[in-house]
């Protein structure tokens, strides 16, 4: 079992920058491809990004991508994913994942963290 857990969320104006951690335990973290998806209220979840076991491979939604930045530190356990430029549409709650290979974590991961709340005002 891979336990995850998410901290970093708020409430930001739109334009502004957040950055969200998520610490593994229980397996080697580098085992483990590391995704970030979100739900907002009304919305199914869906995929955010995500990023390989060392980083070599990462993928993000078209609706993030060139604003959110996912990165890793193998050595603190711990998936970061760097959020700026926030627009209204990102309010949601985030959730971190974790797989096997970053396809496989893009469209079912095996272990999910229990959420963040991000809310962008205007």
């Known amino acids: 079992q891979v336990q995850l857990v998410e901290s970093g969320g708020g409430l930001v104006q739109a334009g502004g920058s957040l950055r969200l951690s998520c610490v593994a335990s229980g397996r080697t973290f580098s085992n483990y491809a590391m995704g970030w998806f979100r739900q907002a209220p009304g919305k199914e979840r869906e995929f955010v990004a995500v990023i390989s076991r060392y980083g070599v491979t990462i993928y993000y939604a078209d609706s993030v991508k060139g604003r959110f930045t996912i990165s890793r530190d193998n050595a603190k356990n711990t998936v970061y994913l760097q959020m700026n430029s926030l627009k209204l549409e990102d309010t949601a709650v985030y959730y971190c994942?974790?797989?096997?290979?970053?396809?496989?974590?893009?469209?079912?991961?095996?272990?999910w963290g229990q959420g963040t709340q991000v809310t962008v005002s205007s």
């Open positions: 994942a974790a797989g096997r290979s970053a396809v496989d974590t893009r469209a079912n991961p095996d272990y």
